[in-house]
């Protein structure tokens, strides 16, 4: 299934037709959650794949054999996706891992009477559209990217692939009260990687020993998962991700926004996330410059109430 120029329209929403069809959208909008599953939710660029790979990790208690052996999009499908139900009649695992991208405007109700795990994946905004800016120009079935300024016009008017970033987070972070959900930064999985797994196993109830969780630790972190084929994208031809142009898992650092926005352009993204995001029931915190690199300044951090910790801009 090439269809690397369709894209299909589906509740006023872009979708690159490579990989969704109508009836495989309209699918997902009536799929039976039950209540075991763990649902990885995401706007792209946020943190999926590494999300992926700790929840795969967790399941497997730091036994890296699974992620090293079977591709991630087989590990945690697309809900949406054209060949996700044809791959969950086949899969034996338990419990089912899925992922989305879709807005909780979509996915909600399909949820509603259910005690699915949910794990909600955000990142700076800013960083998400600069990675975001740099997947198109490898990835064929997506647009051309065209300019920077042309590209974060697109994303501040919630035009590009996917929907609006503003409304997916503040779709999915607006009802986490009435969800079984977890809500993890990038920049928490970034700044304490050993902390967040924790957190995460907490959640899925699957407490790991120590050595377990140092197990995870290393075989998720960046430089590992980057070496990976079965999640850096590598095994995807070139005719769909052309790889001469670009790696799939490019740098994974935090702030590399600040390579790419001009002065003007940071001010009227600041003036634009102020508009749409002040009926937003998260908290926004500044991470202080001298801290956003030190791992060791997250303990501090950790006595801030919980709602502050949910994300940060900076």
Not at 41 to 63: A, C
Not at 193 to 205: A, D, E, K, M, P
Not at 246 to 265: A, L, P
Request: charged letters at 20%; hydrophobic letters at 40%.
């Amino acid at each position: 299934m090439a269809r690397l120029d369709v894209t299909e329209i589906f509740h006023g929403i872009l979708f690159p037709g490579h990989l969704h069809t109508q009836d495989s959208l309209q699918l997902a909008l009536k799929f039976l959650f039950q209540d075991t599953d763990v649902l990885i939710v995401s706007y792209p660029k946020s943190g999926t794949t590494w999300m992926q790979e700790i929840v795969t990790l967790i399941s497997n208690r730091g036994d890296p054999h699974q992620s090293q052996t079977i591709p991630n999009w087989t590990r945690a499908p697309w809900l949406e996706q054209y060949y996700c139900a044809d791959l969950l009649k086949t899969s034996t695992s338990a419990p089912r891992v899925l992922t989305t991208h879709l807005p909780h405007s979509l996915l909600g109700p399909a949820l509603q009477s259910s005690k699915a795990r949910i794990i909600y994946v955000s990142r700076n905004p800013k960083d998400v559209l600069v990675s975001f800016y740099h997947f198109h120009k490898m990835a064929n079935f997506l647009p051309d990217a065209g300019s920077f300024p042309e590209f974060l016009k697109q994303f501040l008017d919630g035009t590009l692939h996917f929907g609006s970033w503003f409304d997916h987070i503040k779709g999915w972070t607006s009802q986490a009260a009435a969800l079984n959900l977890l809500h993890v930064t990038y920049e928490e999985m970034s700044l304490d990687l050993h902390g967040t797994i924790n957190r995460v196993s907490s959640f899925l109830q699957r407490p790991l020993l120590e050595h377990e969780l140092n197990d995870c630790v290393k075989h998720c972190s960046f430089s590992s998962m980057k070496d990976n084929k079965m999640i850096n994208y590598t095994l995807i031809p070139d005719e769909i991700l052309d790889h001469s142009k670009g790696c799939f898992m490019r740098k994974g650092v935090i702030g590399d926004w600040k390579n790419m926005f001009t002065e003007e352009q940071n001010r009227n993204f600041d003036s634009v996330f102020k508009f749409k995001m002040q009926d937003c029931t998260l908290k926004f915190e500044a991470l202080p410059q001298s801290l956003q690199l030190n791992v060791n300044s997250w303990a501090s951090l950790q006595r801030l109430p919980l709602p502050q910790l949910h994300f940060m801009i900076y």
